[in-house]
C-alpha cells in the first residue's frame, strides 16, 4: 500500500553527504510507488539534479543565514525549524525528521503519524565533545555548561517523543545508544548507480592521483590530507610522477587549508577543485587512483561508499563508520590519524598498480552488494508500519 511521507530538513546545502542521503532515499521512495514531499526553509541550486522529478518540494525560502559567520548561522537550523509545522501534511502515513529537524518532535499531535527521527550522530558538543567544548571556553564554561546540561536534557526529551531512532550505520547506533539509552535502527544507504557506472572501474594508471571529497569543516580534518601529501612529496623524486593530491569540495575552512597548504609547500601538488556539480563529481571518481578519508568519527562517508564503487582502494582513519564500509586490507586500509600512517598506506597503494587495481574491484562489488538505496526506502517503510501496527 503506497504511502504519503514527508522528509523535513531544514537547509539543503551546497550537495554534501547529507543532501544525498535524503534525495537517495525519497527518489528509492516515489520509485517504490510512495507519495514523497521533501519540507525544507532553504534548497540550494546545486541539490536541484539529485531531486527526482516525481519529489514534491515544499520549500519555504525562509532566511537562515543572519551573520557571515557560518557556524554561527547553524543555530538558525534549529531556532527557525517550528516554521516548517505549517507546512507538514496532517495526512501523512509517515514523518521523517532528519537531524535538526528534531525540535518539531515537539509539535507531535496525539494519535498522528508515526514520527521516525533520522539521527546521523548525538550533538557532539553535548556528548563526547563535551569536556572538550568547555575546556576551550575559558570563564565563559561557568555560563555555558549549564546551558549545555539544559540543552541536553531537552535533547533526550524530544528523542524520547519520536516512535522511532533510525541512522546510518551500526557506529552509530551504537553512540545513539549510549547517548539516549534506546536502539536505533540503520536505514540502509546507496549510491546513485546510474551516474557513477560510467566511472565505476575505468583506471588509469599514470599520473597517480589522490582525492578526497569534503565539506571543508573542521570535523573532515583535511588538514591530514595535506600533511600526508607533504610526507608522500619526497619519496618521488621524479616531478613528472608525482601523485597529485585533488581536494574537491568548499567550506569555511577552505582559506585555513589553502594556506597551509602553502606552509607545508605542496600547493603545486595540491589541487582545491572547490565545490564539484554532481554531474562532474564522477569524472572525478574515475580519474583519482586512491581516495582518502580523513573525518573525525563520520557516521558513514557516503563519498566513500561512491568512489569504492568507482574502484578507488579506499585509505580512511580507522574511525567511525568507514569501519563497517572498508575491509581493511580487501578494499583498502585503516590507519591510524597520523599523516604518517596515512601518507605510508597511499604510497603503498600507488607503487603496486595490481594490488590497487584488486581492492579497487573488491570495493566495487562489496558496494554493489551491500548498499541500495531501494533497501533503505525499504527500511523506513518497514519501521513505519512496525510502529503504525
Keep these: 500500500m503506497p504511502l504519503r511521507v514527508d522528509l523535513v530538513f531544514p537547509r539543503f546545502k551546497l550537495l554534501s553527504g547529507a543532501e544525498r542521503a535524503i534525495l ?31 519529489v514534491t518540494l515544499v520549500c519555504s525560502h525562509s532566511r537562515l543565514d543572519w551573520t557571515t559567520n557560518r557556524y554561527l548561522n547553524a543555530g538558525s537550523d534549529y531556532l527557525r525549524i517550528f516554521g516548517l509545522r505549517r507546512l507538514l501534511d496532517d495526512a501523512a502515513d509517515v514523518c521523517v525528521l532528519f537531524g535538526p529537524s528534531l525540535p518539531l518532535a515537539w509539535c507531535r499531535r496525539k494519535g498522528g503519524a508515526p514520527l521516525l527521527y533520522y539521527c546521523w550522530e548525538p550533538p557532539r558538543a553535548l556528548y563526547q565533545d563535551r569536556g572538550r567544548v568547555l575546556s576551550r571556553l575559558g570563564w565563559s564554561r561557568v555560563l555555558v555548561g549549564p546551558a549545555l546540561g539544559l540543552y541536553g536534557a531537552l535533547d533526550r526529551w524530544l528523542v524520547g517523543r519520536v516512535d522511532v531512532v533510525c541512522t546510518s550505520s551500526p557506529f552509530a547506533a551504537a553512540q545513539i545508544e549510549a547517548a539516549y539509552g534506546r536502539s536505533a535502527a540503520v536505514v540502509t544507504l546507496g549510491v546513485d548507480r546510474a551516474r557513477l557506472d560510467a566511472a565505476a572501474l575505468a583506471k588509469h594508471d599514470s599520473p597517480p592521483v589522490v582525492l578526497t571529497v569534503n565539506y571543508l569543516h573542521p570535523r573532515k580534518r583535511v588538514e591530514l590530507f595535506l600533511e600526508a601529501a607533504s610526507h ?5 623524486t621524479d616531478g613528472a610522477s608525482r601523485p597529485r593530491w585533488i581536494v574537491v569540495g568548499d567550506g569555511p575552512e577552505r582559506d585555513r587549508l589553502e594556506q597551509l597548504a602553502r606552509k607545508l609547500g605542496v600547493d603545486s601538488d595540491v589541487v582545491f577543485a572547490g565545490f564539484v556539480p554532481d554531474d562532474q563529481l564522477p569524472q572525478y571518481y574515475a580519474a583519482a587512483s586512491c581516495y582518502v578519508h580523513t573525518a573525525v568519527e563520520e557516521s558513514f562517508g557516503l563519498s566513500v561508499i561512491e568512489a569504492a564503487y568507482c574502484g578507488n582502494p579506499i585509505v580512511a582513519v580507522a574511525e567511525g563508520g568507514v569501519r563497517d564500509t572498508v575491509e581493511h586490507g580487501e578494499t583498502g586500509f585503516l590507519v591510524a590519524p597520523s599523516p604518517f600512517e596515512l601518507a605510508a598506506a597511499v604510497e603503498t597503494v600507488l607503487r603496486s598498480a595490481d594490488s590497487g587495481r584488486s581492492m579497487g574491484q573488491a570495493g566495487h562489488k562489496r558496494v554493489s552488494v551491500r548498499y541500495r538505496w531501494d533497501r533503505g526506502a525499504a527500511d523506513i517503510v518497514r519501521l513505519a508500519q512496525v510502529r503504525a501496527t
Design 24 to 54: 537517495g532515499l525519497a527518489g528509492a521512495l516515489v520509485a517504490d510507488g510512495h507519495d514523497v514531499r521533501v519540507v525544507c526553509h532553504q534548497f540550494d541550486a546545486s541539490c536541484r539534479p539529485r531531486l527526482p522529478s516525481d
Design 232 to 236: 608522500c612529496r619526497d619519496r618521488w
